[in-house]
């Protein structure tokens, strides 16, 4: 396979996670202020939201029990992922040209996202 | 102003700021952020965990059209994306130390310095000789010319390599893409093609946002409420300018926009150094 015809099939990866992201948003959304559109929006000073908000290990477990903000939070998360699927599609790909240099250099910034995404900090 | 009406205003003032971003090539989610602190209030930390998840939208929602171009550099972009995700890490740890109030001032800073970037004319000096270590990693590589495709050498590898890892603690340190820093790093330092410079950063400023992304995520940076209607309107507002891009004047509408974006980037610094912005 060409670089150039893997790049379009990464492409196409991103665009339909950026879609799918957007619609899940979209939908958490119009929910969200549905149920809370007459409250006073409250971000003049940080407090952190919900602990469940915050670890997608949480968020995805929850899941079974929908709430507003956890359809937007896991939305967010697909957009988040769709980088880390590019990275872990070329990883595959570079395994498949059998070039080691970049299959080592793309496991060193796949573990870096790995390391942001999910490990506890 | 209830919630609803809030999220309107907040997904205007990012569909505008998405919009006159990718037309002029500064990237949405920097002027997002001091549209949201300067003009509504909100507090800089939930405005930079917005503002960095927008930049992901854009960059992924983007890739397929500048994929089709074949400029990118799919193995540069991947060897730079070591320095650049390490530094955004570092970045996005740092937010817990460095004061909200020296986070405005280093964010008017780079604002300021970005769109100085962005609106000056560039001179391309094409690299004469290769670096030892850019052959080492296979980093060189051809674009489509008119006339078939033109190979390209790289200078400085370990010059752009560094700069690239600067570019990372600020995008994770501001929640910003880094675009200008990215661009400087490739196309001043290691002398590659304008062309291939941009698109290259493109996608690797996903990559990027996504590694400080996680650790934004566990503060609680990015709240749902708020990064709702950021994202949805940064990525509508690009999409439209990106579309728009193609024949557009776009000469007054730069001149309009450097102005504001320079206001706002000296109400950040204002704002830092009164503790308005903290």
Redesign the interface.
């Known amino acids: 396979m060409t ?2 015809r893997l ?2 099939i ?3 990866l ?2 339909t ?2 879609l799918l ?2 619609a899940v ?2 939908a ?2 119009v929910w ?2 549905s149920q ?6 409250q ?7 919900d602990v469940v ?4 290990a949480k968020l995805i477990r929850g899941l079974a029990h929908p709430d ?3 359809v ?2 896991l939305g ?2 697909i ?6 699927a ?2 872990a599609f ?1 990883l595959v790909a570079f395994a498949l040209e059998r070039d080691r ?2 299959v080592l ?2 496991l ?2 796949f573990a ?2 790995i ?7 | 102003m209830n919630l609803s009406a809030f999220s309107a205003v907040v997904y205007g003032v990012s569909a505008l700021a998405g919009f006159l971003g990718a037309l002029t090539g500064l990237g949405g989610g920097v002027v997002v952020t001091p549209a949201l602190t300067v003009l509504l209030g909100v507090d800089l930390h939930y405005a930079i965990g917005a503002s960095l998840v927008s930049v992901i939208a854009t960059s992924s929602g983007a890739a397929a059209a500048y994929v089709r171009e074949g400029f990118s550099n799919i193995r540069a972009g991947m060897f730079l994306e070591i320095a650049t995700t390490l530094g955004a890490l570092a970045g996005a740890h740092l937010t817990k130390v460095v004061p909200g109030t020296a986070l405005a001032v280093i964010f008017g800073v780079v604002l300021l310095y970005s769109a100085w970037h962005s609106f000056r004319a560039r001179k391309e000096t094409r690299a004469t000789r290769s670096d030892p270590l850019a052959a080492r990693l296979r980093l060189e590589s051809t674009y489509p010319g008119p006339e078939g495709e033109v190979h390209y050498r790289i200078e400085r590898v370990k010059g752009g390599f560094s700069l690239m890892f600067l570019a990372g603690i600020l995008s994770g340190l501001l929640g910003i893409g880094s675009g200008a820093m990215k661009v400087i790093a490739m196309d001043q330092v290691m002398r590659i093609p304008f062309k291939v410079s941009t698109t290259t950063s493109n996608f690797m400023i996903g990559v990027t946002a996504a590694a400080s992304a996680g650790v934004y995520l566990s503060r609680g940076y990015i709240d749902p409420g708020l990064t709702m209607p950021v994202t949805l309107g940064v990525l509508s507002g690009s999409l439209l300018g990106a579309r728009q891009l193609i024949g557009a004047k776009t000469r007054p509408l730069r001149i309009v926009f450097a102005l504001v974006v320079g206001l706002l980037a000296f109400e950040m610094i204002y704002g830092g150094f009164t503790g308005k912005i903290q």
């Open positions: 670089d150039k790049e379009g990464v492409a196409r991103l665009q996670g950026v992201s957007a948003v979209l958490g959304g969200f202020l809370n559109g007459g409250a006073r929006p971000y003049q000073q940080f407090r952190p939201p908000l915050r670890s997608p507003p903000a956890s937007i939070q967010l998360l957009l988040i992922a769709t980088p880390v590019r990275v070329s240099l970049y250099i793309t060193i910034v870096v996202l390391y942001s995404v999910a490990v506890a900090h």
